[in-house]
């Protein structure tokens, strides 16, 4: 069995060793004659996996004493939408409009509370992070939210806003774990599991203490972060296989050499790539090199109507899902962690073979 190399934007490719490692202790975990997914979430077996992965979490990210990591379901989605009705505290709520996932989260919280977008990059294309000096801020708001790493889009904030009057939320889900992050300067930050942290069904918030008191007694307590953070994430039954497999993650993350690491190699797959993009004629990247994403690469041909053919063959030498999200067209390579830089190596080879090939 070959394994291909996957540029899925989610649920993408996950570490081979954890992979590896996840079938080796499948029908007996640590010798307890169980998978692991198999034993009651609040039994000791579990209770130390979960421990473990949130403290795994918390060194990785270096996640300050007072924030607490909430081990959710239902997906960046449910996140974005339970953001205003836990934290707006019927105040207004600012934020910004970078693609297409800050768009749906603007669509969600305005079905709950007044929203105020105060930048847009629609205007041309979505093709930037736009500067903070061009931010139109508005007083006494809520929070201001944007989207770290637009997946669809390809555009990633170079930059974490600064000198704020209210707290910072930012949809991390397909950038979390690429690179350090300051926790501490946002309110909260939340990324649903599938892009760069381990299968879907698992949603983090990482969100700071105090805002918790702001969460109103009267929604469902399920949808309450203040409930589940008393709960420890376990108001219900978690996603355990999803959050195990997370676990197997982290611990392999630190065996790289933690963020720092994989700061470097994905900045040194992403050069490789854009290098390669902008070397050509032939492909074509259009975000801003400043906003450019280190984990998705969204890149046009030249001639269109090639697309089916360079999404054939690259399918053909072991090169999976590079076609672009159905709103923008072209082609997509998402090189998250997992990504080896030879997926990297390869998909360059093969670029510039289609492209001489077509010339
Ligand atoms: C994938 C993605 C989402 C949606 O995630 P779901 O888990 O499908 O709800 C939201 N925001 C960003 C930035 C994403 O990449």
Redesign the pocket.
């Known amino acids: 069995m070959t394994r291909v190399f996957n540029f899925s ?2 649920p993408a490719m996950l570490p081979e060793p954890v992979l590896s490692r996840a079938r080796d202790e499948m029908l007996d975990w640590h010798g307890s004659g169980m998978s692991i997914m198999e034993v009651s979430h609040r039994g000791k077996l579990f209770l130390s996996v979960a421990e473990k992965a949130e403290q795994d979490l918390r060194e990785l990210l270096n996640i300050p004493d007072n924030y607490e990591v909430l081990f959710m379901q ?7 939408s339970l953001i205003p009705m836990n934290l707006a505290a019927g105040k207004v709520t600012q934020y910004i409009q970078t693609g297409s ?1 800050s768009k ?2 603007i669509a969600a919280a305005s079905k709950i509370c007044p929203v105020e977008v105060v930048a847009d990059s629609s205007g041309t294309g979505y093709d930037r992070a736009p500067a903070q000096a061009t931010w139109d801020t508005v007083p006494d708001s809520s929070y201001l939210h944007y ?1 770290m ?4 889009h390809g555009v990633e904030f170079p930059f974490v806003p600064k000198g704020l009057d209210c707290p910072l939320i930012a ?4 950038n979390i774990l690429s690179r350090p992050m300051p926790v501490n300067e946002f309110g909260l930050i939340y990324a ?4 760069n942290i381990g299968p ?1 069904g698992l ?1 983090l918030a990482i969100v700071r203490k105090d805002l918790l008191d702001l969460c109103p007694d009267s929604i469902p307590d399920v949808l309450n972060f203040s409930k589940l953070a008393a709960s420890d994430s376990m108001l219900n039954t978690p996603p355990t296989y999803s959050w195990y497999l997370a676990g197997l993650v982290f611990e392999w993350l630190k065996e790289q050499g933690g963020l720092e690491e994989m700061e470097r190699r994905n900045r040194r797959k992403a050069q490789r790539l854009y290098a390669a993009i902008d070397g050509s004629d032939f492909y074509h990247n259009p975000v801003q090199h400043d906003s450019r994403s280190l984990m998705n690469v969204p890149f046009t041909l030249a001639d269109s109507s090639l697309d089916a053919e360079f999404v054939r063959q690259a399918e053909a030498a072991g090169l999976i899902s590079l076609k672009g999200h159905r709103s923008v067209g072209g082609m997509r390579a998402s090189i998250y962690n997992a990504m080896p830089e030879a997926g990297i190596e390869a998909l360059v080879s093969f670029m510039a073979e289609f492209e001489r090939k077509s010339a």
């Open positions: 934007a989610g239902g997906g960046a989605t449910l996140l974005f996932w749906k989260s989207c790493n637009e997946t669809i949809d991390c889900s397909s649903g599991a599938q892009k879907a949603t």
